[in-house]
């Protein structure tokens, strides 16, 4: 009989527990705005220009290898680091007006397969745009277009966060690539 009441004492604490428990949820998410894929409140196209170093191209070359073991570890370039500061284009020509610039590197993280881990950020100083957005995450070349996280931004950009879906624009020779980046913003101030 003692059990019995104990028990029941312990369900009603426990159904009150719960009760507050979405009480609070509820409220948490009516604070939300609620976010909708396809309404960001900025889209942006933006193509990003990486000439790598090729032993000669030192006047030109915008990344280079910084670290990772010679010979590569395997045919992926497992442990590669590379190091960049690219130019930014609204369109994919390299001569067009800058746009912004894109510093960060990445590193190849996989034996079987092309594929790294990505960290950037936009820096605009534009009169259209002053600021910066932070861009990273899993670049998993394989795929056609790969999405990383906006992860937050400053100036213009205060605060933001999104997604940008990458695709690889163009590949040329061994030391230009070009990638497409299109860039979805849900938290504009
Ligand atoms: C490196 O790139 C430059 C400019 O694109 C080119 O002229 C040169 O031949 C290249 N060097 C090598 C070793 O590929
Ligand atoms: C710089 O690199 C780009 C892309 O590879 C190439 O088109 C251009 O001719 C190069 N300029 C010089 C001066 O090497
Ligand atoms: C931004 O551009 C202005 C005008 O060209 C220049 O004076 C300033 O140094 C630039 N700032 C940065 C952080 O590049």
């Given at each position: 009989?003692?059990?019995?009441?104990?028990?029941k004492k312990n369900s009603h604490l426990l159904f009150s527990f719960l009760?507050?428990?979405?009480?609070?949820?509820?409220?948490?998410?009516?604070?939300?705005?609620?976010?909708?894929?396809?309404?960001?409140?900025?889209h942006m196209v933006l193509y990003l220009h990486d000439i790598i170093f090729?032993?000669?191209?030192?006047?030109?070359?915008?990344?280079?290898?910084?670290?990772?073991?010679?010979?590569?570890?395997?045919?992926?370039?497992?442990?590669?680091?590379?190091?960049?500061?690219?130019?930014?284009?609204?369109?994919?020509?390299?001569?067009?007006?800058?746009?912004?610039?894109?510093?960060?590197?990445?590193?190849?993280?996989?034996?079987?397969?092309?594929?790294?881990?990505?960290?950037?950020?936009?820096?605009?100083?534009?009169?259209?745009?002053?600021?910066?957005?932070?861009?990273?995450?899993?670049?998993?070349?394989?795929?056609?277009?790969?999405?990383?996280?906006?992860?937050?931004?400053t100036g213009d950009f205060f605060m933001t966060r999104g997604i940008a879906?990458?695709?690889?624009?163009?590949?040329?020779?061994?030391?230009?690539?070009?990638?497409?980046?299109?860039?979805?913003?849900?938290?504009?101030?």
């Amino acid at each position: 009989m003692q059990g019995a009441k104990a028990c029941k004492k312990n369900s009603h604490l426990l159904f009150s527990f719960l009760l507050l428990l979405s009480f609070h949820l509820t409220l948490s998410l009516a604070d939300k705005k609620a976010i909708s894929k396809d309404q960001p409140c900025k889209h942006m196209v933006l193509y990003l220009h990486d000439i790598i170093f090729n032993g000669t191209n030192v006047a030109n070359a915008t990344s280079a290898q910084i670290a990772g073991s010679k010979p590569p570890l395997g045919d992926f370039f497992f442990g590669k680091f590379v190091v960049f500061n690219d130019l930014i284009t609204g369109d994919h020509h390299l001569l067009s007006p800058p746009i912004a610039r894109a510093q960060g590197f990445f590193f190849y993280n996989m034996k079987t397969d092309y594929n790294a881990w990505l960290a950037y950020t936009l820096v605009f100083n534009s009169t259209e745009y002053k600021g910066t957005i932070n861009i990273m995450g899993a670049d998993l070349m394989m795929m056609e277009t790969r999405d990383l996280s906006v992860v937050g931004g400053t100036g213009d950009f205060f605060m933001t966060r999104g997604i940008a879906t990458l695709r690889t624009d163009t590949f040329e020779n061994i030391d230009y690539f070009r990638l497409k980046m299109d860039i979805k913003l849900y938290e504009c101030y």
